[in-house]
């Protein structure tokens, strides 16, 4: 409730303290935004021209294998504009509606292809007579993006208002008039009393944004003309295989055939057709019939072609001339040599192992002391007389030259015994010999990285948080060495 205030001075006796309330300076958004336009349709691509396989006998034909024109695509319609627009001058700051996106072109239909043609003859003058008209399709026109609609326009820009409010103090009165709260026989009564304070604001009007233009369809693409094949027989192209998955298990019994038709690639096509025919320039001349051989010479006794059950090799021809390429499945890793003997390429494997047998590394004893310290690594999956082992530890041990210990573990003090790795820390060349103690205790902690190699393959350690080993943990908990693959080709 407002009350009247007198806004004399005080007199003395009355003690007064302040409660004042701030005026918050917000701001609102006027009118509505406009929406936004829809897209234009995608115009239907062109069908591609007929492909034809046909005899060259001397006989007059005449093919039609033009590709048909792509359709247009229709424009994006308008955005709107915002409307209720009306601002006025209130006590907040005023950002505008925005209006509508305009709608972006529908993709143009693309051109349609020239059929392709196979000319079977014998006597080329007889291509002659046959005429071609493989011509592709046009694109049509991508639609086009259509106008954004307008934002709201402020109808002030900037505005000032007295903005009053009510505010309060608390008073206190004594009696007699003049006497301290203190003083005995001095009574004092205190009560709330409002009053009316009015300040000028100024406030500001930001217009709304228009909608963004809309863009064009694009997609203007026309078709490509056919191509053209000549095989100078009268006998269809029996079908080929150029490559094969085959299974694991049974590339130690069988020969396998690969084939692959050949073709020449020349130009003037034209001249070799009847006159007026439409076609591309380059075609492709038949030269005959690749055929390759893959055998498979299996000599790993440990294990066996059936141990890897499931997985398949894959065969192919790649390249010009015509390459044989072997590859076995990422999971299997395979040492030997291939032979290649005319069309037949022999694959001999001498030794072989599965990938994840090269990742089953863990820590499990950190043995002697001094210069005999030993880290021992167990190898789970008993690889280790064919794979190699490299070590590289970066530590913060000191060296008797200077710095710290980062380098390569040499050869000779990476031991395997069976399937276990004994790497002698305690002789790692250079460190202080006098702090070999407190490096090599059970609380020893370095940073490692174990890389195991086997036929062009590399295995490299990549611990979760790093490559740091605390040993005292890591014998706790037997913890397993993480390796991640980093295979090549063998």
Aim: charge should be negative; charged fraction near 25%.
């Amino acid at each position: 409730m407002k009350r009247s205030v007198n806004y004399r001075a005080l007199f003395a006796g009355i003690s007064i303290s302040l409660v004042i309330t701030g005026v918050a300076l917000a701001y609102g958004n006027f009118g509505s935004p406009g929406q936004s336009g829809y897209d234009g349709q995608s115009g239907q691509d062109g069908r591609s021209g007929q492909n034809i396989e046909v005899q060259a006998l001397g006989q007059a034909e005449s093919f039609n294998l033009q590709g048909s024109d792509g359709s247009n695509g229709s424009d994006g319609s308008p955005g709107s504009d915002a409307y209720s627009c009306y601002s006025g001058t209130p006590n907040y700051d005023l950002y505008g509606a925005d209006g509508g996106n305009g709608g972006d072109g529908g993709r143009a239909g693309s051109g349609g292809s020239g059929g392709s043609v196979r000319i079977y003859y014998k006597d080329l003058t007889n291509i002659k007579s046959i005429f071609v008209d493989s011509t592709p399709g046009q694109s049509g026109y991508a639609g086009r993006g259509s106008q954004g609609g307008y934002g709201c326009r402020c109808s002030y820009y900037s505005w000032t208002n007295t903005v009053c409010r009510e505010e309060s103090r608390q008073v206190t009165y004594c009696s007699p008039v003049g006497c301290s709260p203190s003083t005995e026989g001095c009574t004092c009564n205190t009560r709330t009393e409002y009053y009316e304070v009015c300040n000028n604001y100024s406030y500001s009007c930001r217009d709304g944004d228009n909608g963004r233009s809309g863009t064009s369809g694009g997609g203007e693409y026309d078709g490509s003309y056919g191509n053209i094949e000549l095989v100078q027989r009268l006998e269809p192209l029996e079908a080929t295989t150029p490559s094969m998955g085959v299974p694991v298990e049974t590339i130690a019994t069988n020969k396998f055939e690969l084939t692959r038709h050949e073709w020449d690639s020349l130009s003037g096509a034209q001249s070799l057709f009847a006159n007026g025919s439409r076609m591309r320039s380059e075609y492709r001349k038949y030269a005959g019939k690749t055929i390759k051989y893959v055998q498979f010479d299996w000599m790993d006794t440990v294990r066996p072609v059936d141990y890897y059950r499931g997985s398949r090799v894959s065969l192919s021809l790649q390249g010009f001339p015509a390459q044989t390429i072997v590859e076995f499945p990422r999971n299997i890793l395979v040492d030997g040599k291939q032979e290649v003997n005319g069309d037949t390429t022999k694959v001999h494997v001498t030794r072989s192992m599965k990938q994840e047998e090269l990742t089953k590394i863990r820590v499990e004893d950190l043995v002697g002391k001094g210069q005999n310290l030993e880290l021992v690594l167990v190898d789970d999956a008993n690889v280790s007389d064919i794979a190699a082992t490299k070590i590289f530890i970066k530590s913060d041990w000191d060296l008797e030259a200077g710095g710290e210990f980062d380098n390569w573990v040499p050869e000779n003090l990476i031991r395997v015994e069976q399937n276990k790795i004994r790497i002698n820390i305690g002789r790692l060349s250079g460190i202080k010999t006098k702090k070999l103690e407190k490096y090599f205790s059970d609380k020893c902690e370095f940073e490692m990285k174990v890389i195991r190699d086997f036929a062009g393959s590399s295995e490299r350690v990549a611990r979760d948080g790093g490559n740091t080993f605390d040993i005292e943990k890591d014998l706790k908990k037997n913890k397993p060495v993480e390796v991640k693959m980093e295979n090549k080709s063998w």
